[in-house]
C-alpha cells in the first residue's frame, strides 16, 4: 500500500508538472520550458522599442537623453527581443528579456577566454561597459561563471531604474551572444526562480 502510494504520488506529480510547463521555440533558435501563469510574448523589433520610447519615463533613468541614444546604435539591426511576463499581470515592472547578437561584432566577448582565472578581468571590464551605457556607476553584486551552463556568465547587479534589480545570463553559442535580462521590483524571490528555470532549460535546435 505504501509503495502505490509513493508511486500514485510521482505519478500525480508527474502529470502536473507536464500540465503545467510549456515548451517555447524562440527567434534566436532555441526552446525554452516556462511555467503556464507565465506569457513568451511574440518578439518586438528595436526600432519600435526606440522610437515609442516616451519623454514621460525621463525621471525614471539618470540620463534619459544619454540612454535613448545609445540605443539608437541598435536601429537597423535585426535586434529582436523576447519577453516572458506574468499572465495576470503582464504590464508590471517584472519581467525577463531575450536577445541574441552575432559575437563577431563584440570583439571584447569574441576573444576573451572565458575562465575561471580570466572571469575577474572580465567583470571588471563589463561594470565599465555598463556604467556608460547606463550613465551611472554600475557594481556587480555577482559576476561568475555559470556553474552548470556552460560557455556563459551570471551577473546580478542594481537596475538602470531605481529600485529595481537585475540578474543576467550571457551565453556564448554558435557565434552567437545571447543575453536572458530578469528584471524585477517587486516579488524578486519568485522571479528569480523563474529566471533560473527558464535559463537552465535552454536547449539548442
Not at 22 to 46: A, C, W
Not at 63 to 68: E, I, P, Q, T, Y
Amino acid at each position: 500500500m505504501k509503495m502505490l502510494r509513493i508511486t500514485l504520488f510521482f505519478l500525480i506529480f508527474f502529470i502536473h508538472s507536464y500540465v503545467q510547463a510549456k515548451e517555447y521555440k524562440s527567434v534566436h533558435g532555441f526552446i525554452i520550458n516556462l511555467d503556464e501563469e507565465y506569457l513568451y510574448t511574440s518578439p518586438l523589433v528595436m526600432n519600435d522599442i526606440i522610437n515609442n520610447t516616451q519623454s514621460e519615463f525621463a525621471d525614471m533613468f539618470p540620463d534619459f537623453d544619454h540612454f535613448k541614444n545609445s540605443m539608437k546604435v541598435l536601429k537597423g539591426q535585426e535586434y529582436n527581443v523576447e519577453y516572458i511576463v506574468e499572465v495576470k499581470d503582464p504590464y508590471s515592472s517584472n519581467n525577463i528579456t531575450i536577445t541574441s547578437d552575432n559575437l563577431k561584432d563584440f570583439p571584447q566577448w569574441q576573444d576573451a577566454n572565458l575562465n575561471e582565472e580570466s572571469i575577474d578581468t572580465i567583470c571588471a571590464s563589463s561594470e565599465i561597459e555598463y556604467s556608460a551605457l547606463w550613465s551611472k556607476p554600475v557594481r556587480f553584486k555577482k559576476c561568475i561563471i555559470h556553474p552548470k551552463i556552460k560557455n556563459s556568465i551570471f551577473l546580478e547587479m542594481d537596475g538602470i531604474v531605481a529600485n529595481t534589480q537585475v540578474s543576467q545570463l550571457l551565453l556564448f553559442e554558435n557565434g552567437k551572444m545571447y543575453i536572458f535580462s530578469l528584471t524585477c521590483s517587486n516579488k524578486c524571490k519568485q522571479w528569480k526562480k523563474v529566471f533560473s528555470n527558464t535559463i537552465n532549460s535552454i536547449k539548442f535546435n
